[in-house]
């Protein structure tokens, strides 16, 4: 079945750290990928999104993220975090059309 | 930020009742879009609409029924609420399909 997957439920990393967030993704063609932010309490923000072209996609508050077509996987990255990353961070991808699909997230502690 | 409003944003009602969800739009999206959200699920479909009296399921549905009579008005409604509709509701709006979704702030609700 066509699907997202994010291995890791919650990642815990020192300020100043590198971060990496997994995504992998099961469907026949290339897909659009999402990468969207969630503060407590809040709806979500979109971080990046790839549509085509460059694999390696910048996005906002220094987030970027590679898509590997070999590996089916749109991993999230930042060199250097900051307190205010923590949050939880869904993957997605429109599948059919219209119907968006998301990982069931990642929950992100940031350790002063 | 997208014009985007939920109400109300925090509801608690009982077994068996009636609910309805209001998320209204001023950016004048063609599509709208209702997830809950759920611990270990990550965000789920459960209707959405490609323009006036246009909608369609979503993964999640059973239990659900929508309605846009205007585009910029999308309801959503539990016709007798159920104790596993407890949850937080999305509203997300986007010009085209496989495009970005943008995300209301979300209604929490309790059914006792």
């Known amino acids: 079945a066509q699907s997202v997957t994010q291995p890791d439920i919650h990642i815990t990393v020192s300020e100043g750290a590198s971060l990496e967030l997994r995504c992998n993704y099961s469907?026949?063609?290339?897909?659009?990928l999402f990468w969207y932010v969630q503060s407590p309490g809040q709806g979500l923000q979109l971080l990046l999104k790839y549509f085509s072209g460059d694999t390696l996609v910048q996005g906002i508050k220094g987030f970027e993220a590679e898509f590997k077509r070999s590996q089916s996987s749109f991993n999230l990255r930042k060199p250097s975090v900051h307190w205010s990353d923590a949050a939880e961070y869904f993957c997605?991808?429109?599948?059919?059309?219209?119907?968006?699909?998301f990982g069931t997230g990642t929950s992100l502690t940031v350790i002063p | 930020d997208a014009g985007i409003t939920q109400s109300p944003r925090h509801k608690v009602t009982e077994t068996g009742t009636p609910v309805t969800l209001r998320c209204h739009q001023t950016e004048n999206h063609r599509y709208m879009y209702w997830y809950r959200q759920d611990p270990g699920h990550g965000l789920r479909l459960i209707h959405y609409s490609y323009g006036v009296k246009d909608t369609d399921k979503g993964e999640v549905s059973d239990g659900y029924s929508v309605s846009r009579s205007k585009t910029e008005d999308f309801l959503l409604t539990l016709e007798s609420a159920t104790s596993s509709q407890t949850s937080v509701y999305f509203c997300a709006i986007g010009r085209d399909t496989e495009e970005t979704q943008y995300f209301g702030p979300g209604t929490r609700l309790l059914v006792l």
């Open positions: 997605a991808v429109p599948l059919y059309g219209n119907q968006f699909y």
């Open positions: 469907y026949g063609a290339t897909p659009y």
